[in-house]
């Protein structure tokens, strides 16, 4: 008896349909991590300083004497909250030590009391 008298016809197409079901989700699912792969390296900017940044430094205070540089990391190392532009220093002080080559956060600023 040969296999296709063993098995009905919609059986064979029940099997079709889920090897291409399965082809479908892989190609897919491969593609999108290769997009999240691919978007995770592509560079952002942030603020990063150059040297010592004490606790109590005003925004001002580190703009004028350039006490950083603006700097391009790939994403998957942009710190949270990571500062971009010079301009949200203004007002703010440093509410912590800020090390030389550490990204600026918006977390190490705070309002002046």
Do not use: C
Not at 13 to 34: C, E, H, M, N, P
Not at 82 to 87: C, K, L, V, Y
């Amino acid at each position: 008896m040969s296999l296709h008298h063993r098995f009905p016809s919609y059986f064979y197409k029940g099997v079709g349909v889920a090897a291409a079901l399965l082809v479908a989700f892989l190609l897919g699912y491969l593609s999108q991590d290769r997009n999240s792969v691919k978007g995770s390296t592509e560079p952002g900017t942030v603020l990063v300083a150059t040297r010592l940044i004490p606790k109590g430094t005003s925004g001002g205070s580190i703009a004028a004497h350039n006490l950083f540089v603006v700097a391009t990391v790939p994403k998957e190392q942009i710190a949270a909250r990571a500062i971009s532009d010079p301009a949200v220093l203004r007002g703010r002080v440093a509410a912590t030590d800020i090390y030389p080559r550490q990204q600026l956060a918006a977390s190490n600023f705070t309002t002046p009391h």
